[in-house]
T-cell receptor
Framework: GEDVEQSLFLSVREGDSSVINCTYT??????LYWYKQEPGAGLQLLTY?????DMKQDQRLTVLLNKKDKHLSLRIADTQTGDSAIYFC?????????FGTGTRLQVFP | EAGVAQSPRYKIIEKRQSVAFWCNPI?????LYWYQQILGQGPKLLIQ????????DSQLPKDRFSAERLKGVDSTLKIQPAKLEDSAVYLC????????????FGPGTRLTVL
């Protein structure tokens, strides 16, 4: 079945790195995504990784994919207060996205 | 470029009443999605349109929910009659096409059913 799991909450100090983890079950997923949701707003695509890749770096964001363990992580370097939001991982094959439960990231000074 | 527009932003109704949500996708986007996001959960796909045809409505509770995209542009999602468990944020998203195109999300409509 399709199920994407995330830890619910992460708290980090400003300037530290944040690591948000996700596990998924559908090994046929072609893409894996990270979305950010700020209060009262829709979801914003942060980055994605193709399933045949192990790592992708995009400025402060690093995505790691372990296909064997069906584990996805998002590392945010030099976390800022503006990074405080809910982060969703999602898996997708052709077009349907299955979202995780979301991880609320709180950044404190 | 204008984003995905949704209205209303907030709606409060009593159970057994009807409600409708409207979505205007990004110009030129053929694919439109409606998601339901219950508090504390990730969005769940309700229905997906390609132009004015339905691609996937397997998770739409068809006894009370309906959606249409008559001219392949704007879409409406209706709930009739509403239940308490329908309280959620209803998100509309659009993409240029199927198969891996980025989905752009609107701000959502927050529905409270009393």
């Amino acid at each position: 079945g399709e199920d994407v799991e995330q830890s619910l909450f992460l708290s980090v100090r400003e300037g530290d790195s944040s690591v948000i983890n996700c596990t998924y079950t559908d090994s046929s997923s072609t893409y894996l995504y990270w979305y950010k949701q700020e209060p009262g707003a829709g979801l914003q695509l942060l980055t994605y990784i193709f399933s045949n890749m192990d790592m992708k770096q995009d400025q402060r964001l690093t995505v790691l994919l372990n296909k064997k363990d069906k584990h996805l992580s998002l590392r945010i370097a030099d976390t800022q207060t503006g990074d405080s939001a809910i982060y969703f991982c999602a898996e997708g094959g052709t077009d349907k996205l299955i979202f995780g439960t979301g991880t609320r990231l709180q950044v404190f000074p | 470029e204008a984003g995905v527009a949704q209205s209303p932003r907030y709606k409060i109704i009593e159970k057994r009443q009807s409600v409708a949500f409207w979505c205007n996708p990004i110009s030129g986007h053929a694919t439109l999605y409606w998601y339901q996001q219950i508090l504390g959960q990730g969005p769940k796909l309700l229905i997906q349109f390609q132009n004015n045809g339905v691609v996937d409505d397997s998770q739409l509770p068809k006894d009370r929910f309906s959606a249409e995209r008559l001219k392949g542009v704007d879409s409406t999602l209706k709930i009739q009659p509403a239940k308490l468990e329908d309280s959620a944020v209803y998100l509309c998203a659009s993409s240029f096409g199927l198969a891996g195109y980025e989905q752009f999300f609107g701000p959502g409509t927050r529905l409270t059913v009393l």
